[in-house]
């Protein structure tokens, strides 16, 4: 059973950071990172092959923020700078088998919790 589960969220202002990490057991594979802000879809921010080779990001994310892994602890990182209050969402990794990641989010078959990030202006 895959078990995903995320930390690192929490409360800053515009212009700060944080870290995410989600921590995997079970099974390994390509992971992504989404997030929900209330009335809006689920969008995919970032993703990383299962090798760390290959990595997305939203164009609105891209230059701020930064997709990690390391295999031996099966945990990936997101880490989020110049943080902005459209950043505001509850974030979410997921994991699809084999090597490679892919955009849409019903290619993931393994969920986490998801942890709430709220950026003040």
């Known amino acids: 059973q895959v078990q995903l589960v995320e930390s690192g969220g929490g409360l800053v202002q515009a212009g700060g950071s944080l870290r995410l990490s989600c921590a995997a057991s079970?099974?390994?594979?390509?992971m992504g990172w989404f997030r929900q802000a209330p009335g809006k879809e689920r969008e995919l921010v970032s993703a990383?092959?299962?090798?760390?080779?290959?990595?997305y990001y939203a164009d609105s994310v891209k230059g701020r923020f930064t997709i990690s892994r390391d295999n031996a602890k099966n945990t990936v990182f997101l880490q989020m700078n110049s943080l902005k209050p459209e950043d505001t969402a509850v974030y979410y990794c997921?994991?699809?088998?084999?090597?490679?990641?892919?955009?849409?989010?019903?290619?993931?078959?393994?969920w986490g919790q998801g942890t709430q990030v709220t950026v003040s202006s």
């Open positions: 997921a994991m699809r088998p084999g090597n490679w990641y892919r955009i849409g989010r019903d290619e993931y078959d393994s």
């Open positions: 079970g099974r390994s594979g390509a």
């Open positions: 990383i092959s299962w090798s760390g080779g290959n990595t």
